[in-house]
């Protein structure tokens, strides 16, 4: 059972750049999707970064050009990359394949990222 623990999440201005970063606990390799959600309070749980085994990348319109994912499955991790900061990208981010495996729990608590002036 694969367990993933995502940090790197903290309170930032807007226009600031950070780094997130999620560990998982056995291989990621036969993900071919990996990437990274996001869920604002009172809000569904969205997907807004992936990338496959190969290297493809894909990004919500909302993030695209601001946000870089990337991941390295000898070292079991994913990263994230957000530049130029809004408001709007304020929410509890999670890493997880994409889609999430049916009949699996492999979500793990998230990291906070806030940001206001």
């Known amino acids: 059972q694969v367990q993933f623990v995502e940090s790197g999440g903290c309170s930032v201005q807007p226009g600031g750049s950070l780094r997130l970063s999620c560990v998982a606990s056995?291989?990621?390799?036969?993900?071919?999707?990996m990437g990274w959600y996001r869920q604002a309070p009172g809000k569904q749980r969205d997907v807004v970064a992936g990338?496959?085994?190969?290297?493809?990348?894909n990004y919500a319109n909302s993030v695209k050009g601001r946000f870089t994912v990337s991941r390295d499955d000898n070292k079991k991790t994913v990263t994230l990359e957000m530049n130029s900061l809004k408001t709007e990208v304020t929410a509890v981010y999670y890493c997880?394949?994409?889609?999430?495996?049916?009949?699996?729990?492999?979500w793990g608590k998230g990291t906070q990222v806030t940001v206001s002036a």
């Open positions: 056995g291989s990621i390799d036969s993900f071919y999707v």
């Open positions: 990338i496959t085994t190969d290297g493809a990348t």
């Open positions: 997880n394949s994409v889609p999430p495996v049916l009949n699996k729990d492999y």
